[in-house]
């Protein structure tokens, strides 16, 4: 029964982000996928995620224990002060961080973790930057 409170949930929070992506307002010149493809697409897969919660649910699911939960707060935590931390210290040194610490928690010895967490950050920088002409938060510092 969970699951399914859940599954009625996130499809009502779902139709929601439908409807608040496709307010968005498109400027004259524009691509031809523009801004609203991507929130349509990630609202879809969320909805159908939903309906597979709501028609499809597990009958003995599970609970993770006391401990997974906190690892579950814990995460969450380190998202919320990224995505804060984003404008503030910028993209490298963020994601920098934000990975090392996921991936660290994950079981990557600390070296691994900072070499990983430089190698998405610089990756990621390279390929949005480079690449794809995209800006990414600059942060204090400029970079």
């Known amino acids: ?14 139709c929601g982000y439908i ?3 496709s307010l968005t307002q498109l400027s004259f010149i524009s691509d031809p996928v523009g ?6 697409i990630v609202g879809s897969i969320f909805a159908v995620s939903s309906l597979f919660l709501i028609f499809k649910p597990e009958f003995d699911p599970k609970w993770p224990s006391l401990y997974k939960f906190l690892e579950i707060i814990f995460v969450t935590i380190i998202l ?6 984003l404008p503030i210290v910028g993209f490298l040194i963020s994601t920098l961080i934000a990975t090392f610490i996921l991936s660290w ?15 998405v950050s610089f990756g990621i920088y390279f390929l949005f930057r480079t690449i794809l002409g995209l800006s990414l938060a600059k942060g204090i510092w400029g970079f």
């Open 1 to 14: 029964m969970n699951e399914r409170i859940f599954g009625i949930f996130s499809f009502i929070i779902a």
């Open 19 to 21: 409807y608040v992506a």
């Open 35 to 40: 801004p609203k493809t991507f929130p349509y």
């Open 80 to 85: 919320i002060v990224y995505a804060y931390s």
């Open 105 to 119: 928690r994950l079981g990557a010895k600390i070296t691994e973790a900072l070499i990983f967490g430089a190698a």
